[in-house]
């Protein structure tokens, strides 16, 4: 019954906010804004321009509203919009550069260990070139395949796939400078 009532309380403060209710709007937006902020910074580096480029994609979303179907959770419509105007943002500052070789993909990453901190996993990832980074923020935490990674990017699948690799290759280099410094051999 609570699921159901939840369901139907989200709905209708969407209904709200497709009507311009201001105070529907900001509801949204304190719901989702803080989680949201964490989406755009996974892409953009510096917290003042992934805090305009949030700012500009709830506007999309408001303004979009009404295309909302209701067939996926609202969160999930919310943070495509958000990595959709992340990639855009990024696109316009032409900051991602997508080396096309012929690097074969290997699957062969060993999971980070599990000393690492969350937010020391997001600094190593910061550390990444733009397009690694983007690569593996939408193949690695977003969940999309290499496929749709060529279609949103407008590259080959080949590419997204050794863009991974490349990202994975870094990420597992820095975790293994980072063993050797704790375990003191260096």
Known sequence: MKVINLHQEEKELIQLAVESNRQAQQKIYAQFSSRMLSVCRQYIKDIHQAEDVMITAFMKI?????????????????RRIMVNECISFIRVQKKVMFLEDEM??????????????????????????DGYKMIFNLYAIEGYKHQEIASMLKI??????????HARKMLQQQINLLKKYDNGTE
Not at 112 to 125: A, H, K, R
């Open 62 to 78: 408001f303004s979009n509203l009404k295309n909302f179907e209701h067939k996926g959770s609202f969160e999930g419509w919310i």
């Open 104 to 129: 074969h993909f290997e699957e062969g990453f060993s999971s980070m260990d599990s000393q690492l901190s969350v937010e020391d996993i997001q600094v190593l990832i910061d550390g990444l070139p």
């Open 156 to 165: 080959n699948e080949g590419t997204s796939k050794s863009q991974l690799s």
